[in-house]
T-cell receptor
Framework: GAVVSQHPSWVICKSGTSVKIECRSLDFQATTMFWYRQFPKQSLMLMATSNEGSKATYEQGVEKDKFLINHASLTLSTLTVTSAHPEDSSFYIC????????????FGPGTRLTVT | QKEVEQNSGPLSVPEGAIASLNCTYSDRGSQSFFWYRQYSGKSPELIMSIYSNGDKEDGRFTAQLNKASQYVSLLIRDSQPSDSATYLCAVIRAGGTSYGKLTFGQGTILTVHP
């Protein structure tokens, strides 16, 4: 149990375009989902926290107009990187938590974004 | 002082040995503690969660928590080459329970050599 999927697993896009990444909890209802970014050889950086049906809460320094997060249902959250630039190239990972199960966060497999 | 600090590593142990990974945290009110394993190029995978003082065992893994010392550790018995990965200690700080935000350590790279 506690499986989280992400789609796509990797994406290459041109500078200035937008990319949408989906995160789904497959066998549980995710009351809260989290979006992280990880650069090579660095630790995970939390970008935002989203609760189903509410606006996302962004970490300091993360541009909410650039990284649009929607948590429309208890099993789906999306991250849209708008007007992507090469510096947005990174490994984006979502995680999900079901308060009914406890405080464990389960991570999706990640999406590797390359902006050319 | 970092909020969550792990022994710097890298840590190298021979196959079959016990690997010991350590983590300290600064927020005395922290309540929830986790160990994740991350293989190179992959996302983190939850290995253990621990909430109460003492030991918690799951297969070859044992997590130990000492809230008085603000210390949490992970022991891996009978280490295998497949255990070679980066191990991340994560903590939910006091007041963070409602959102469940994890604060991660910098990670310890473990190599198990045959």
């Amino acid at each position: 149990g506690a499986v989280v999927s992400q789609h796509p697993s990797w994406v290459i896009c041109k500078s200035g375009t937008s990319v949408k990444i989906e995160c789904r909890s497959l066998d549980f209802q995710a009351t809260t989902m989290f979006w992280y970014r990880q650069f090579p050889k660095q630790s995970l950086m939390l970008m935002a926290t989203s609760n189903e049906g509410s606006k996302a809460t962004y970490e300091q320094g993360v541009e909410k107009d650039k990284f649009l997060i929607n948590h429309a249902s208890l099993t789906l959250s999306t991250l849209t990187v708008t007007s992507a630039h090469p510096e947005d190239s990174s490994f984006y990972i979502c995680s999900a938590r079901d308060l009914g199960r406890g405080y464990e966060q389960y991570f999706g497999p990640g999406t590797r974004l390359t902006v050319t | 002082q970092k909020e969550v600090e792990q022994n710097s590593g890298p840590l190298s142990v021979p196959e079959g040995a016990i690997a010991s990974l350590n983590c300290t945290y600064s927020d005395r009110g922290s309540q929830s503690f986790f160990w994740y394993r991350q293989y190179s190029g992959k996302s983190p995978e939850l290995i253990m969660s621990i909430y109460s003082n003492g030991d918690k065992e799951d297969g070859r893994f044992t997590a130990q928590l000492n809230k008085a010392s603000q210390y949490v550790s992970l022991l891996i018995r009978d280490s295998q080459p497949s255990d070679s990965a980066t191990y991340l200690c994560a903590v939910i700080r006091a007041g963070g329970t409602s959102y469940g935000k994890l604060t991660f350590g910098q990670g310890t790279i473990l190599t198990v050599h045959p």
